[in-house]
């Protein structure tokens, strides 16, 4: 049921999505603003976005106060970078005069504001001396159906064309061949339907050719047979969010080494991969527009809905899909929406393809990507020293994954988390999860055993370490396959506790470690190996209705997760009770265990 204010608000933001359609010619005094010229475009839109005018995600109104602030920059000695109108435009006017789309009933490409935007940041900030690009990288983040294939192809025949370089070759990149030949068929027909780009440009099967230019436009995948001897003038990464890896965005990065001004598009929606590229260069960019992190040389346009609330405001989706009221229709998605929402994997998709946010692909996920994304604390760990903590295990099979943690509880009501795990070498040498093993051996969370199968004695002297560095006064671990292990602890003097895998025992350290994370009171510093367990934990119903944690796939291992809720269920126990003068406390686990 609509309500009066919502349908209001409805009208109003449907008279602002067909707004941003309209030519210059087609505004009306007063709405809005008086929209300047073209060439002037992608300022106006950053100040339409930051005065409110134009309805944005949080992170764009960053993004639009970024150019508005280097504005005021340019030029100076410390910002060497300034903004020039006519090369903003230029890519625009070529795509607007010489492109025309092959889908739907339409002559030519009109670029929306959103789009002068991204395509006037990306190609007009230049150096004050040299006039070459700023920006070497940029992350264009929406929604399903905003127009992005058919963008990106003008682009790209711009780019290998009136970039003003020889040899400018450009490379339509995905993670699967067929995915890649969308944008480069987008291309393809583009210069079939233009007489004018039809006698400069040669469509052939597998390439378009620009002789005089010696450039030429290629799709390429991860699957791709040969990847080495590129020079890439222009890099465009379609979906990233299907990537698992680094792999080809490497071999495109150490590509154009020797073009003077190369520029890497990675342009994608939202989607299931919480543990690829797309997760990093995505919390990269708020880092950026936050001002948390410095980095003048790549361009963040992030378009999505900013919280689980707007799913149910129509007015707000435009945060998302910057081209609502082009190429979609507000009526048609509040229709989908109302259907899509009644079922989970529906609901699911929709959220992540069209709101834009990113989703566990579970059907019951842990906790979504938002809420791990709040516990971003870090600590020294060297203040631990001495500290006391739970420790925990999971042995998982001897071929796989075996993990084990330790849990500290702290004062502030937080817990701080140290995780680490071993795999067999056998199992990394396989190489078919596209899991990245060595980046985590390498930063110290994962140990690569050179051997079969994991040796218990390993994780035994991983505990006996911990214990020499921190009070260990207890060990959890689920009795499954832990026989030998948990003898040899109890020999040495070890205090151990069997955590049975039920909802009984599971059920409400799994409540409470989910709130904990709600509230961001997990600290782990960011393991990204502690992450991808965690987003791969995946809830399942027992016959009595009750959630218990399994794993969302065959290659998504949540060991680490496990050792971690093994452990959780010590330390859950009054974590944090208030003492005889009201004020917060930790009970010691010597207090705990003998109640």
């Not at 390429?220 to 680094?246: C, M, P, Q, W």
């Not at 946010?357 to 600590?379: C, R, W, Y």
Request: glycine letters at 6%; proline letters at 4%.
């Amino acid at each position: 049921m609509t309500t009066t204010s919502t349908a209001s608000n409805i009208k109003k933001a449907k008279q602002s999505f067909s707004f941003i359609t309209w030519k210059k010619d087609q505004v009306k005094k007063g709405n809005i603003l008086e929209k300047p010229s073209d060439k002037l475009l992608t300022t106006w839109y950053a100040k339409q976005v930051v005065k409110g005018k134009i309805v944005a995600s949080k992170n764009n109104i960053l993004a639009a106060k970024r150019h508005l602030n280097d504005l005021k920059r340019q030029g100076t000695d410390e910002f060497p970078w300034v903004f020039d109108e006519e090369k903003a435009y230029r890519p625009v006017r070529f795509i607007e005069k010489y492109c025309k789309p092959s889908k739907g009933d339409y002559d030519q490409l009109i670029a929306q504001p959103w789009q002068h935007f991204v395509i006037g940041s990306l190609y007009g900030w230049v150096h004050k001396d040299t006039g070459v690009r700023r920006f070497r990288e940029g992350l264009i983040f929406v929604g399903r159906k905003n127009g992005k294939s058919t963008l990106i192809s003008g682009l790209s025949l711009y780019s290998f064309s009136k970039d003003g370089e020889n040899g400018a070759n450009v490379y339509l990149l995905a993670n699967a061949k067929q995915q890649a030949s969308i944008i480069f068929d987008e291309a393809k027909a583009m210069v079939k339907k233009s007489p004018k780009l039809r006698k400069r440009f040669v469509p052939k099967r597998d390439e378009i050719e620009y002789a005089k230019a010696f450039s030429k436009i290629e799709p390429r995948a991860s699957d791709s047979e040969k990847l080495d001897g590129l020079n890439t003038h222009l890099g465009v990464f379609d979906e990233i969010h299907e990537f698992k890896d680094y792999k080809l965005i490497n071999v495109i990065k150490k590509s154009r080494g020797s073009r003077k001004q190369p520029l890497i598009l990675y342009i994608t929606t939202a989607g299931y991969q919480l543990d690829g590229p797309l997760v990093k260069y995505y919390a990269d960019g708020v880092q950026v527009l936050e001002g948390a992190i410095q980095d003048e040389r790549t361009f963040y346009y992030l378009a999505e809905l900013d919280n689980d609330e707007e799913f149910e405001k129509p007015e707000t989706w435009i945060k998302a899909n910057p081209n609502m009221g082009v190429s979609l229709d507000l009526d048609v998605l509040m229709d989908d929406w109302d259907k899509d929402k009644r079922t989970p994997e529906e609901r699911s998709d929709f959220i992540t393809k069209q709101f834009n946010i990113f989703a566990n692909g579970s059907k019951v996920p842990f906790i979504d990507f938002k809420t791990l994304e709040k516990n971003d604390k870090h600590m020294d760990i060297k203040v631990l020293e001495g500290a006391e903590g739970v420790a925990g295990y999971d042995l998982s099979d001897s071929e796989d994954f075996t993990s084990a943690c330790v849990e500290f509880p702290l004062e502030t009501g937080e817990v701080f988390v140290l995780s680490h795990s071993w795999i067999p070498l056998k199992k990394v040498k396989e190489g078919n999860e596209k899991i990245p093993y060595r980046e985590w051996e390498k930063d110290n969370y994962l140990t690569i055993v050179d051997e079969e199968y994991i040796n218990k004695d390993i994780v035994e002297e991983w505990i006996e370490e911990q214990a020499k560095m921190y009070n260990i006064p207890l060990i959890t671990y689920d009795p499954a396959k832990a026989f030998r292990l948990n003898k040899s602890l109890e020999e040495k003097g070890f205090e151990t506790e069997k955590v049975r895998q039920g909802f009984q025992t599971l059920g409400p350290a799994l409540d409470d470690l989910k709130e904990m994370f709600l509230d961001g009171k997990v600290i782990f510093n960011e393991n990204p190996l502690l992450r991808w367990y965690i987003n791969n934990v995946e809830l399942v119903k027992d016959r009595n209705n009750n959630r218990l944690p399994t794993k969302a796939g065959r290659y998504r291992k949540i060991d680490g997760f496990a050792a971690l809720l093994n452990a959780h269920t010590k330390v859950m126990e009054k974590l944090v009770v208030p003492t005889g003068d009201g004020d917060i406390g930790v009970v010691s686990m010597q207090d705990l265990m003998k109640e």
